[in-house]
């Protein structure tokens, strides 16, 4: 015997069928089949962070002549445009420090007002420690920007070309917006497309602005990308810790209610099976399936 909740805390018995049962809500489904220790996404972001770190020792000993990325920078100098300059200075905005705290900011307490507690926390911490390696990276292993031959269309002046943070933004950001969707059970193939090719934009326009090294935003997404990919093992854990206990840390439920009319019928329909089954014969009820 199941009783299928109605209205605020009435339930009503019903004897249903396994097809029949509601199902629970989406996030609640994702829940009960997301694998939290996923060991290769562990390994692989083991593996980036690693590389990240070996290719950042040795990034102030390269010759930029020699590895091919001052004729890359040259290339694309030679083929700039003005509108794709404007496209890029967007992107060095929008991409950068002056932009990017404040909008996790607001896309953090967004969710935490839509009562998604946790995953507004994760939005947080998952970008930000994403990015904290190459932080550190930047100020432990020096490496010269490239040169204003190249006429960067963004100038900076400093010798921390090694990692992109930029890149590093980015790779973190989608990291953490395709684990949210894997969480809510609505990640398909071409959103990884999709953020892969952000990640891509992102890298590519920071060479284009001579802003950086081909290397440097190698190491950038190497650094923040293995960095998100071990981080995700723990959010989900919590996630789906959360989420399985319910309460206020658990996302609500976004089934819609039955209508007024079945619920006041399946009542009415109860209290009838009730009376005449009080001399203690088994009452079926008869079949109903609650649909919003």
Excluded: C
């Amino acid at each position: 015997m199941e009783y299928p909740k109605v209205g605020v805390n009435r339930p009503y018995p019903v004897r249903m069928d396994a097809d029949q049962a509601p199902e629970p809500h989406v996030a609640q489904r994702a829940a009960d089949e997301v694998r939290v220790w996923n060991p290769w996404s562990f390994a692989i972001g083991l593996i980036m962070l690693v590389g990240g770190v070996l290719l950042a020792r040795e990034a102030g000993r390269l010759d930029p002549h020699s590895t091919g990325e001052y004729a890359l920078g040259q290339w694309m100098f030679e083929h700039r445009s003005r509108p794709v300059d404007l496209f890029v200075r967007v992107l060095e905005f929008i991409g950068g420090p002056k932009f990017v705290p404040y909008a996790l900011v607001v896309l953090g307490l967004v969710l935490i007002l839509m009562k998604r507690r946790i995953m507004g926390l994760l939005a947080w911490l998952m970008p930000a420690l994403g990015w904290l390696p190459g932080h550190f990276v930047k100020k432990s292993f020096p490496r010269e920007r490239p040169p204003q031959a190249l006429e960067p269309v963004v100038v900076y002046h400093d010798t921390m070309s090694f990692p992109s943070g930029h890149t590093g933004f980015a790779t973190s950001i989608t990291i953490f917006a395709l684990f949210a969707l894997t969480m809510w059970g609505l990640r398909k193939w071409w959103m990884v497309a999709v953020g892969v090719l952000v990640i891509l934009t992102m890298a590519w326009s920071r060479v284009y602005a001579a802003a950086h090294f081909y290397f440097d935003v190698i190491g950038g997404a190497a650094l923040a990308g293995g960095t998100s990919l071990m981080l995700w093992p723990l959010a989900a854990w919590a996630w789906t810790t959360a989420e399985r206990r319910g309460g206020f840390w658990a996302e609500p439920n976004k089934e819609l209610p039955a209508k007024r009319t079945e619920l006041d019928a399946g009542r009415d329909e109860a209290s009838g099976d009730a009376r005449r089954g009080a001399d203690g014969d088994e009452v079926d009820a008869p079949d109903r399936t609650l649909r919003a």
